[in-house]
């Protein structure tokens, strides 16, 4: 992963709101640079994508991981990014389940003779990602888990986020898809641009 990655994303510590401003590596740790964006924050908390989700972006669009990275900081749920950039033979994996592998069909795509968004593009990048739902603060500000399939791919918290992350894009200047408004594969963990 490159560090680099984390400047401008904001997270939530100690109740506090901060933006990380840069970093330095001393003896062997990363030592992040922080400022802080907002004061006590006990009402309103924060989301930031994992090392992880990051590490899954790795060859996807600019913008569209920019998009997430803004998206996450005040979405109705927390999310992670389960997909990004795909090989063709993956992509056929997929394809595969549901016709010749026990499963139902995810994709009409098969990564060869129909490409997904999510396989590089003619500018070298994977121009889609599939989010699933990591859990939630409550009322009392305690932070809950998704810990179950049903839970990471919630329809219904999925379709809260989708309004939320279409507005970013929005405000961003960015056109993008979402597999939820599809009218043959109901796709609500999918965002792609246009």
Partial sequence: MNI??????????????LKVTGFRVEGGEIILTTETI?????????????????????????????????????????FK??????????????????R????????KLDGYNRKSNHQAKADGYGHAVDIAVCGYYDGNGSYVKSTTDAEMFDNKKLVEI?????????????EIVWGGDWKTLYDTPHYELV
């Fill in 4 to 17: 680099g990655n984390l400047v401008g994303t904001e997270f939530l510590h100690e109740g506090r709101e």
């Fill in 38 to 78: 907002g004061g006590d924050n006990a009402t309103k908390k924060k989301y930031v994508l994992s090392e992880a989700s990051i590490e899954k972006m790795k060859g996807v669009h600019p913008k569209l991981i920019e998009l997430m990275k803004k998206a996450i900081s005040n979405s109705p749920y927390d």
């Fill in 81 to 98: 990014i389960v997909q990004g950039l795909r090989t063709a033979e993956y992509q056929n994996e997929l394809y595969q389940q549901g």
């Fill in 100 to 107: 010749t592998r026990p499963g139902k069909i995810v994709t």
């Fill in 162 to 174: 989708s309004k939320h992350i279409k507005a970013v894009a929005k405000d961003m200047g960015l």
